[in-house]
């Protein structure tokens, strides 16, 4: 398979802890975040999304954070499990609905 | 439901050749996505169809790379004469019309050029 995370920024957090992956996005007219959860193997899973109207929106145990003052995205996991170990991804959508996506940051959970 | 499937799911190849790869949406999404992640790096859009036209091809790198949707469902990207940069994974991800946020990606095809 593909090497996955060699160049990618790495968190690794304690099972059972929080995480947060963190995100700066370009486009200031962007109107629409999403994070994307990869697998080795697989391709992006959706995880959550938020507006740009909005600066919180919590899921099932993930929470995501916008500050567009600063163009900041934040990926909250609570309670991280060995199953959360993947590499995620901010998207963004700007004009003519296009998506463009970040670097990608690798979620390492020690059991 | 079936997903979105892609086709292979890896191809090793050598440089001058010619490589096809093709993507199968849900059915009934209109948006068809090509995206490309090289050396583990981000994912960088490649084009953008809506039905079988091009919305925006903006990413595509260069007259090598060819996509098309033919009557509006699966989509082919092929790769013509490939070279040692274009390895990487393709992925494929489709959404309904006007509610495309939600991307729904393929497994991916892992390109090898030699």
């Known amino acids: 398979g593909e090497s996955v995370g060699l160049h990618l920024p790495t968190l690794s957090v304690q099972e059972g802890d929080n995480s947060i992956i963190n995100c700066a996005y370009s486009n200031s007219a962007s109107d629409y975040f999403i994070w994307y959860k990869q697998e080795s193997g697989k391709g992006p899973q959706f995880i959550i999304d938020i507006r740009s109207n909005m600066d919180k929106r919590q899921g099932q145990r993930v929470t995501v954070l916008l500050n567009k003052t600063v163009k900041h995205l934040s990926l909250q996991i609570a309670a991280t499990q060995p199953g959360d170990s993947a590499v995620y991804f901010c998207a963004e959508r700007g004009g003519y609905q296009k998506v463009t996506f970040g670097t990608g940051t690798k979620l390492q959970v020690i059991p | 439901e079936a997903g979105v499937t892609q086709f292979p799911s890896h191809s090793v190849i050598e440089k001058g050749q010619t490589v096809t790869l093709r993507c199968d949406p849900i059915?009934?999404?209109?948006?068809l996505y090509w995206y490309r992640r090289v050396m583990g790096k981000e994912i960088k859009f490649l084009l953008h169809f809506v039905k079988e036209s091009k919305q925006d091809e903006s990413g595509m790198p260069n007259n090598r790379f060819l996509a098309e949707r033919t009557g509006g469902t699966y989509s082919t990207l092929k790769v013509q004469p490939a070279e040692l940069e274009d390895s990487g994974v393709y992925f494929c991800?489709?959404?309904?019309?006007?509610?495309?946020?939600?991307?729904?990606f393929g497994s991916g095809t892992q390109l090898s050029v030699l």
């Open positions: 991800a489709s959404s309904l019309r006007d509610t495309n946020e939600k991307l729904f």
């Open positions: 059915s009934g999404h209109d948006n």
